[in-house]
């Protein structure tokens, strides 16, 4: 074994035991489904392992385990079952995720929120596609201003803090204009400054999100807009983060 792969192995076990000592000291309360035939890992060890391939950027799971081959780990769970229960624990993790962001929510007083399309399948399927529809929510035919296509999918809404903490994320219809998330926010948020992009104008929201919870929406203005208002440099960069988020976001989705 060379010495390269010998010290990969290493990290990724070194960070596998912190994260999940981490976890267990803060989410060791919350429970998951009950199973009849108790899995070799545990689902909470199955989480932790999963930040840990986020946390070393692997993007798959060949290279997830290529890594943990000979290793304790390899042992404990087979690549055949382990996307299959990472997706099954999808509300089990998402309330360690809110632990997790209650946890460090303290620690910033700034938030952004933005919007990102999600495309479930190419235009030329998307007639005969039937895959993440149900009879309440159904995907649609949208536009990406950002990259200037169209897609057939969803919206990804998303409110993260200045240090890329993920405080809440939903999904909508592509119909729904983003504005409309705002509603959502003063429930979620308070005594704060959220920023955004042009997208989220609306003077009946800024004054209802001051009033009601105290947050302070600020929004740069349209080139049209009579009087101007730009958002300062470090709070567009800071504003950057939430879209090297969306990625993750989107590939942990049930």
């Known amino acids: 074994m060379s010495y390269k792969r010998l010290n990969t192995m290493n990290n990724l076990i070194q960070n ?9 000291n803060l989410c060791s309360h919350i429970t998951s489904f009950k199973q009849i035939r108790q899995p070799k890992l545990s689902d909470l060890e199955l989480v932790a392992l999963n930040l840990t391939a986020e946390y070393m950027s692997y993007n798959s799971e060949l290279q997830l385990f290529r890594v943990i081959k000979d290793t304790y780990l390899d042992a404990k769970i087979e690549r055949s079952v382990y996307n299959k ?7 089990y993790t998402e309330k360690i995720r809110q632990r997790l962001s209650e946890k460090f929510s303290h620690l910033s007083n700034l938030f952004i929120i933005d919007s990102t399309p999600v495309e479930i399948c190419k235009m030329s399927r998307a007639k ?8 309440k929510i159904k995907p649609e035919f949208g536009y990406c201003a950002a990259t200037k296509t169209h897609y057939f999918g969803y919206k990804l809404h998303a409110i993260c803090d200045e240090n890329a903490v993920v405080h809440s994320f939903d999904f909508t219809p592509v119909g729904v204009h983003d504005v409309n998330y705002l509603k959502d926010v003063k429930y979620a948020l308070s005594s704060c400054e959220l920023t955004s992009d042009k997208g989220y104008i609306s003077a009946d929201y800024q004054v209802d999100l001051f009033n009601q919870s105290q947050i302070k ?5 349209r080139n049209n807009q ?3 208002v730009e958002l300062s440099k470090p709070k567009r960069r800071k504003r950057k983060r939430i ?3 969306f990625p993750s976001l989107k590939d942990n989705s049930p």
């Open 16 to 24: 596998y035991e912190l994260i999940l000592k981490e976890l267990t």
């Open 85 to 91: 229960r990472r997706r099954k624990l999808f509300d």
């Open 128 to 135: 005969r596609s039937s895959i993440c529809s149900t009879e």
């Open 217 to 221: 929406l600020s929004v740069p203005t």
């Open 226 to 228: 009579l009087v101007r």
């Open 243 to 245: 879209e090297t988020l």
